[in-house]
């Protein structure tokens, strides 16, 4: 039976390469992001209600396009809402 023995180093060493390889993953993520998400895809992607969704857009914080009776959401806004919810 072989001991092995994980040092600070290796512990750095591995947490950057973890660091790293989360940061190419999220740019990736970022990069291939559609503009416009219908409402399926911002509830989805914020895990909440038809309901919840309905009153963001009641209350003006998250505003929208219609076009063709189809609902269409900017990600960017998604974006803003998040930041902003997440600084308060």
Request: with cysteine.
């Amino acid at each position: 039976m072989t001991i092995n023995i994980l040092t600070k180093d290796d512990l750095d060493k591995f947490k950057n390469e973890l660091i790293q390889e989360l940061s190419n993953m999220f740019h990736i993520k970022t990069t291939e992001q559609k503009l416009w998400l219908r409402t399926s895809e911002v509830k989805d992607l914020l895990n909440i209600s038809s309901g919840t969704l309905q009153n963001l857009r009641a209350n003006r914080i998250l505003s929208c396009s219609k076009v063709g009776g189809i609902l269409y959401y900017n990600y960017k806004d998604i974006e803003k809402l998040l930041s902003d919810r997440k600084s308060s």
